[in-house]
């Protein structure tokens, strides 16, 4: 089976929302900041509420936020 | 560091050096075979316990969980960390029990006769390598689950 890999734009989404800070999103999105800052850097993959979540504050599907990979 | 990493590394300083503490108070003047008669030494370990887990408890309440503003100190990722230490911390839990008492039952097992002092041995020192395996593991989870950079 080939190993799958969620990808996300949320950095430069977050540059392209007046350069929203991980802090600004953390709330937003009802998350911590260390979060964030996982997700960014690949180490961490969201549940799907979460993922909803964050596509809600951008205002985008979560097609937009999140790619999968194989 | 998020909250629970400060708990977590807390947990795991008191608890190694209590753990540490309560063995070499253990293992002096005679280590198993003198414990149960040698009162000042059972109560010399009964106090480290004692201080060990009252340190162990207010950490609970210095490092809080809960926030006044809108930041939220804990998430998914926080509880997913959490049930992967604690599966771990139950496996070395169980691993050091099982050792400890294969152990015990090789060094004793000609004689047929075992220390109960061992008995107290493995009381006070299963509850510290349960929160000192448990502590390791959610710093370790943390470290290959987070990174560091901007705020």
Known sequence: MAKAEIKNNLRRLRFEHDEMTQQELAVRAQCTRQTILALEQGKYVPSLALAFQIARVFGLNIEDVFEYTE | ?151
């Open chain 2, 1 to 151: 560091m998020t909250q629970l990493q400060k708990r977590s590394f807390y947990d795991l300083i008191i608890s190694a050096v209590f753990l540490i503490g309560l063995t070499v108070v253990f293992f002096s003047r005679g280590g198993a075979e003198t414990y149960v008669q040698d009162t000042e030494r059972k109560i010399l370990v009964a106090a480290l316990l004692g201080l060990g887990y009252l340190l162990l408890f207010l950490v609970l309440f210095l490092v809080r969980l809960k926030s006044k503003d809108k930041t939220v100190l804990m998430d998914e990722r926080d509880e997913r960390i959490i049930l992967q230490a604690l599966g771990t911390a139950f496996t070395i839990f169980g691993i050091y029990v099982f050792i400890l008492c294969i152990g015990l039952y090789e060094a004793y097992n000609t004689t047929g006769v075992m220390p109960v002092g061992w008995m107290w041995f493995l009381a006070y020192s299963s509850g510290f390598i349960a929160i000192l395996s448990r502590a390791l593991s959610t710093l370790i989870l943390y470290k290959r689950m987070s990174g560091h950079g901007e705020s």
